[in-house]
C-alpha cells in the first residue's frame, strides 16, 4: 500500500549549520507534497510544498528537493536555528486527490546551541 | 486570529462516554478536514467536507465516529461510546477551493480516555 516514510527520527545539528531531512515516498502517483512542521502541543505549520513537475523549490531559509526517479524528498534548512527545533512530517497527496493527505511518521529535529 | 480554531484544547472522559469537538476554519475556506494523530505518529486522514457536503468518510475509524457540518462553517466530530484507543489528538484542517492543496491545521483537541 502506499506509504511515507522517513529515514531517520531524530536528527541533531548545531545551531547554524545546514540540516538536511529526508523522506521516501511508494505512491507513484503523488503529484504534490509538502512539508509541514509541528511544535510540541501545537497543530503541523505548513513549511514548504512541490508539485511533480519540480525537482526544486526555495523559500525563506528552505529548500525542497524531489527526485522522482527513486521516490525521495528532502527539506534543506539554512543556518538551522533554535526555534526550528520540532517535528517535520512530509505529507504526498496520493492518487485520491481532494487533499488527503498521507503523512510520514515524522523527524525530531533539535538544535544544540 | 483568523486562524483555524478547535475547542476544546483538551478533553479527559471515561470510556464508555460520548465526546463531541468542534473546529471552526478560516471563514473564506470552503474545505475542512479532520484527522487524528496519535504519539509519536504523523496525522492520519478521516474525513472531509466541501461546503456542507461530506465527500469522504470512508477512513472514520468505526461507526462510532461521525462528522458534521451543516451549515458549511463550522463543523463537529463525535466519537460514541469511546474506547481508551480513541486517545489521540484530533486535528482540524481548512483549505480554499481554488488553491493548491495546502492545508491550514488548527492546535488540535487532545482526547484521553480513562
Known amino acids: 500500500g502506499e506509504s511515507v516514510g522517513l529515514h531517520l527520527p531524530t536528527l541533531s545539528v548545531q545551531e547554524g549549520d545546514n540540516s538536511i531531512i529526508n523522506c521516501a515516498y511508494s505512491?507513484?502517483?503523488?503529484?504534490?507534497f509538502i512539508w509541514y512542521k509541528q511544535e510540541s502541543g501545537k497543530g503541523p505549520q505548513f513549511i514548504i510544498d512541490?508539485?511533480?513537475?519540480?525537482d526544486k523549490r526555495q523559500g525563506q531559509r528552505v529548500t525542497v528537493l524531489l527526485n522522482k526517479t527513486v521516490k525521495h524528498l528532502s527539506l534543506q534548512i539554512a543556518a538551522t536555528q533554535p526555534g526550528d527545533s520540532a517535528v517535520y512530517f512530509c505529507?504526498?497527496?496520493?492518487?485520491?486527490?481532494?487533499?488527503?493527505?498521507?503523512f510520514g511518521t515524522g523527524t525530531q529535529l533539535k538544535v544544540e546551541l | 486570529d483568523t486562524g483555524v480554531s478547535q475547542d476544546p484544547r483538551h478533553k479527559i472522559t471515561k470510556r464508555g462516554q460520548n465526546v463531541t469537538f468542534r473546529c471552526d476554519p478560516i471563514?473564506?475556506?470552503?474545505?475542512l478536514y479532520w484527522y487524528r494523530q496519535t504519539l509519536g505518529q504523523g496525522p492520519e486522514f478521516l474525513t472531509y467536507?466541501?461546503?456542507?457536503?461530506?465527500?469522504?468518510k470512508s477512513r472514520l475509524l468505526s461507526d462510532r465516529f461521525s462528522a458534521e457540518r451543516p451549515k458549511g462553517s463550522f463543523s463537529t466530530l463525535e466519537i460514541q461510546r469511546t474506547e481508551q484507543g480513541d486517545s489521540a489528538m484530533y486535528l482540524c484542517?481548512?483549505?480554499?477551493?481554488?488553491?493548491?492543496?495546502?492545508?491550514?491545521f488548527g492546535s488540535g483537541t487532545q482526547l484521553s480516555v480513562l
Open positions: 484542517a481548512s483549505s480554499p477551493r481554488r488553491s493548491d492543496e495546502k492545508l491550514f
Open positions: 505512491n507513484s502517483a503523488s503529484d504534490y
Open positions: 512541490i508539485r511533480s513537475n519540480m
Open positions: 505529507a504526498e497527496n496520493g492518487a485520491g486527490g481532494g487533499n488527503k493527505l498521507t
Open positions: 471563514s473564506e475556506h470552503n474545505r
Open positions: 467536507f466541501q461546503n456542507e457536503a461530506q465527500l469522504e
